[in-house]
């Protein structure tokens, strides 16, 4: 199949159609951007620059992949350069050490013990109800907005990207023992947001 694209003057042999990547994929990489980074914003700026890339890079695309796997990788791409920034700033903010100041909280200093107000429960979403799961969702998203940037950025790669552990301390650079402190310290954080909010 060829496709040819008058408007951004792109002609290939490739199974590619730049004319239909914003009706079909648009919402698809919006939301995708937006679950990794929590700001509407930044996430509708990245699926332009996807676009964008997409189209420069178009000459490349070989077709062992779908369009919207390639576009979807782009945009990872695109998300991995935002959390590397974003890590880089990491030893100049201040919402780690209020992140961490709030854990203090959490455990007895002495046996490591969770402090009886502080301890797990459960959350009450095994009944699978559409609507409990998407109110759970909703809070969780919130929840995950309070993070630092950095607990985010490992979070999201790990937890959502799947992404493997030594990839993730490459791109953000941080060692293996601070990796596994940051989830640590995120998990902990995430639930107590979780149980505070959540009822």
Request: glycine content about 2%; aromatic content about 12%.
């Amino acid at each position: 199949m060829q496709a040819e694209n008058k408007d951004f003057n792109i002609t290939t042999d490739l199974p590619i159609n730049p004319h239909q990547w914003v009706s079909r994929y648009a919402d698809y990489l919006y939301t995708y951007a937006l679950s990794r980074l929590t700001d509407e914003e930044l996430a509708r700026d990245l699926v332009q620059e996807t676009f964008l890339a997409a189209l420069e890079r178009a000459d490349q695309f070989k077709g062992s992949s779908t369009e919207k796997t390639w576009l979807t990788a782009i945009l990872k791409y695109k998300i991995v350069d935002v959390y590397r920034k974003k890590s880089s700033q990491f030893l100049h903010s201040t919402d780690s050490v209020s992140a961490e100041k709030q854990q203090e909280d959490f455990f007895d200093p002495d046996d490591g013990h969770w402090n009886v107000p502080h301890r797990p429960q459960a959350f009450g979403i095994e009944d699978q109800d559409p609507f409990t799961q998407s109110e759970f969702t909703h809070i969780l998203q919130l929840c995950m907005k309070k993070l630092p940037a950095l607990w985010l950025s490992v979070f999201t790669m790990k937890h959502m990207d799947e992404e493997d552990t030594d990839a993730i301390c490459t791109a953000l650079k941080v060692t293996p023992s601070n990796f596994w402190v940051i989830i640590h310290r995120t998990k902990v954080n995430l639930r107590a947001c979780l149980q505070k909010n959540w009822s």
